[in-house]
């Protein structure tokens, strides 16, 4: 199926980029259907990563302040999968070594693809790519990670399979990327049957 971009503009341009496009695209008849304007927040693509411990099996999760998350009864702080932006010229395999080391002080003995997806396409450009990381030795865990130049705060705990599953049944975890790596690890990987 095909689209036509007829104009395309930046209205903004700082950490993201808004764009505005007045285009048209192909519809399932076949024909080309009306210009409509379509914004875009272009983001760039991410990584996320389920670092697993070898040793018991636990998986380790990052607490962070999320501003957009702070309203009515949700007070902004989310347990999420250790994550960050893809940099220039940066492949995600990297990425995802570095931002594990960052965030939370450890090192995978084996990183691999996971699953890849858009998190909010109807608005955001982001597709993040997730990786499985084993880790052998969690003894060397951060109590509280993350770079203090990107302004990080991040409280590292250790789950079980099962608390994480408990977490994601009450809501405790609301963070989407999160909550779609780890159902996809234990549906995939755990309970592959």
């Known amino acids: 199926m095909r689209f036509d971009v007829h104009e395309s503009e ?9 764009e505005k496009a007045r285009l048209s695209w ?24 389920i670092p697993v411990c070898e040793r018991d099996g636990k998986i380790v999760l990052i607490s962070q302040f999320r501003y957009p998350a702070a309203r009515g009864v949700d007070d902004g702080y989310l347990w999420e999968v250790p994550a960050g932006m893809i940099n220039k010229n940066e492949k995600p395999a990297d990425t995802a070594r570095r931002e594990l080391f960052e965030e939370t002080g450890l ?6 693809p996971f699953i890849s997806f858009f998190l909010s396409p109807g608005l955001l450009d982001e597709k993040i790519h997730l990786y499985l990381a084993r ?10 990670g993350g770079r203090k130049e990107e ?4 409280l590292i705990r250790q789950f079980s399979m099962k608390a994480l ?3 994601i049944r009450d809501n405790t975890i609301q963070d989407g ?17």
């Open 10 to 18: 930046i209205l903004f341009n700082e950490f993201v980029k808004i």
């Open 151 to 154: 302004h990080e705060n991040l």
């Open 107 to 112: 090192s995978a003995s084996d990183i691999r």
């Open 177 to 193: 990327k999160t909550v779609s790596g780890l159902l996809f690890y234990y549906c995939f990987y755990i309970n592959n049957d």
């Open 135 to 144: 880790i052998d030795d969690c003894s060397e865990i951060l109590d509280v």
């Open 26 to 49: 192909e519809q399932f008849d076949g024909k080309m259907g009306e210009e409509h304007f379509r914004y875009v927040i272009q983001r760039g693509d991410s990584v996320g990563i």
């Open 165 to 167: 599953l408990q977490m």
